[in-house]
């Protein structure tokens, strides 16, 4: 399914607010697909970073790839990919934000299991009136080059953050492709970095972020993409984009400007009695809908 791609404009703030009672952004995720045998160490390994934030697993799901609407050979990953993943880095990254003792467990874990996690980015906060004064760092970690990178933050007050971090080239685009897309303004922290917030939990709160990096290559991230769930989902609105691939009656697949691939997943009203019959439909059927 194709559409004619629309004239970049960013919504106004009564456009936004207006828009957001018909779709609104209920709720964000990350796929991970992987093969069959490697889940089990993959998800014991990613547990020692997550558990404090996402127990349940219900922001970051590994799922075996035969499962997957994604074809993860395909020219989505592969294309505008450097030759040399030495000098690139994923463009996809999960950060969590813990307290003080929390971040110290956790950063534990990481420095003693060198042989699995490898220091791969590493970005440095500089000082906001001059911009020349180091204040901070956060440093980036990768379990595999075909995975989200993963960074850990402490914060002093306040609830625990999942932020799904995109890193990007062109800011500005990539900033109004997804202000359309869910209709929410990104919240500038400084110059090339944004934020959207998803939803807030007792406790926590679930957050996009854009990152534009122009040191180093961004490289698609091959076996994981967000999920963004809607509580409605008008597709002839989303004419914004360049393609969008229906996969079942609930879920179409999309890319953002840069290639990222997105699946937008609509979990509208449906009664239980016909969330069960389709779900029995099929194994891959009941694999790819998920009800919140």
């Not at 970073?49 to 609407?69: H, V």
């Not at 996969?247 to 969330?275: C, Y």
């Amino acid at each position: 399914m194709s559409f004619t791609k629309a004239v970049s404009n960013r919504p106004s703030r009564k456009e936004t607010t207006q828009s957001r009672q018909e779709t609104n952004l209920y709720l964000c995720k990350t796929d991970i697909f992987l093969q069959r045998t490697q889940i089990p160490t993959t998800r014991k390994h990613l547990e020692k970073i997550f558990s404090l934030i996402d127990p349940g697993w219900k922001f970051i799901r590994i799922r075996d790839d035969k499962s997957s609407p994604l074809n993860i050979t395909d020219k989505h990953f592969t294309s505008n990919r450097p030759d040399s993943e030495e000098n690139s880095v994923q463009a996809l990254s999960v950060i969590v934000f813990l307290n003080e003792e929390q971040y110290q467990e956790v950063l534990g874990t990481i420095h003693t299991e060198t042989d699995v996690w490898q220091l791969r980015h590493t970005i440095k906060l500089l000082n906001g009136i001059d911009g020349s004064t180091v204040i901070g760092c956060m440093d980036f970690y990768e379990y595999s080059q075909d995975l989200p990178l993963c960074a850990i933050s402490p914060i002093h007050f306040g609830c625990k953050v999942l932020r799904f971090n995109i890193f990007v080239k062109d800011f500005e685009t990539m900033r109004e492709f997804y202000e359309k897309l869910i209709l929410q303004e990104c919240h500038f922290v400084r110059k090339g970095f944004g934020i959207f917030k998803v939803h807030s939990y007792p406790g926590l709160e679930v957050q996009i972020s854009l990152k534009m990096e122009l040191k180093t290559e961004v490289r698609l991230t091959k076996s994981a993409v967000l999920r963004l769930k809607f509580r409605k989902l008008d597709v002839a609105r989303c004419n914004l984009v360049t393609t969008l691939e229906q996969i079942n009656s609930q879920v179409w697949r999309t890319e953002d400007p840069e290639g990222n691939v997105i699946l937008l997943e609509e979990i509208g009203t449906v009664s239980r009695g016909k969330m069960t019959k389709r779900c029995s439909q099929s194994e891959a059927t009941k694999d790819e809908l998920v009800f919140v």
